[in-house]
């Protein structure tokens, strides 16, 4: 007689094992899902919520100026004391020390400057306040001029992804980096100088004027290095 060929029955401890990975397998793939729709939901709420933009509001209003009959000035009078100056008027030398000190790769990057953001970003996750904010030339332009300073809590996220939309989306696709520059340096506020017509100093040509007695387009290395420091 033949003999019978044990049969084999299958483990149940071996089929307990198959159901958990299939569940753990599942529930990865499902909390996968969650996740990139969360993302997508708050891009869109990003997109959404973005205040509209205006690009009249990146040229910033200059004062009026009142003349004697001989052309000597007489008087200021506005929001602020301001002259709009070019990028052909800016010297190398602020053009450098602005860069240097603001955004390194402001001429290589679109807006955002990815490896920087990302190293901020887990500084200040990891409680380092020194970690800095990854703010580029041209998100501090959004958030001047259309945002705000809100840096706590999710209004600070929403507020720091809507400045990266619009300053990828917005801003570096509209216009040069020689304009943007333009609007950076034009719409700073320096200080109060007390005059009661007008807010105080606005803007790098008046803050020349003021501190040193000077157009931009004149200022040294050393004055140049102190209007980066004062932006």
Same mark, same amino acid.
């Given at each position: 007689m =033949? =003999?019978? &060929?044990?049969?084999?029955? &299958?483990?149940e401890k071996g089929k307990g094992r198959r159901i958990v990975k299939s569940t753990i397998l599942s529930a990865i793939l499902i909390g996968g899902i969650a996740i990139v729709s969360l993302i997508l939901i708050f891009a869109l709420y990003i997109i959404i919520s973005s205040p509209d933009f205006d690009k009249e509001k990146l040229y910033s209003k200059e004062a009026t100026v009142l003349y004697y009959k001989d052309g000597t000035e007489l008087a200021r009078f506005g929001r602020e004391n301001r002259v709009l100056v070019s990028y052909e008027d800016f010297p190398q030398v602020l053009i450098d020390a602005i860069v240097a000190t603001e955004d390194s790769r402001f001429f290589q990057h679109s807006g955002l400057d990815l490896a920087r953001f990302l190293k901020a970003s887990a500084g200040?996750?990891?409680g380092n306040d020194k970690a800095g904010g990854a703010s580029t030339l041209t998100m501090q332009v959004i958030k001047k001029t259309y945002t705000s300073s809100e840096a706590h809590g999710l209004a600070g996220i929403v507020r720091k992804f809507t400045d990266i939309y619009m300053s990828v989306f917005k801003l570096e696709s509209n216009y040069t980096k020689e304009e943007i520059l333009e609007f950076y340096v034009n719409s700073m506020w320096f200080a109060n100088d007390g005059n009661l017509n007008y807010t105080g100093i606005a803007g790098v040509e008046q803050a020349c004027q003021h501190y040193f007695g000077k157009s931009v387009s004149d200022i040294s290395l050393a004055e140049a290095s102190i209007i980066a420091g004062m932006f």
């Open positions: =033949k =003999k019978m &060929k044990p049969i084999k029955v &299958k483990s200040q996750l990891a």
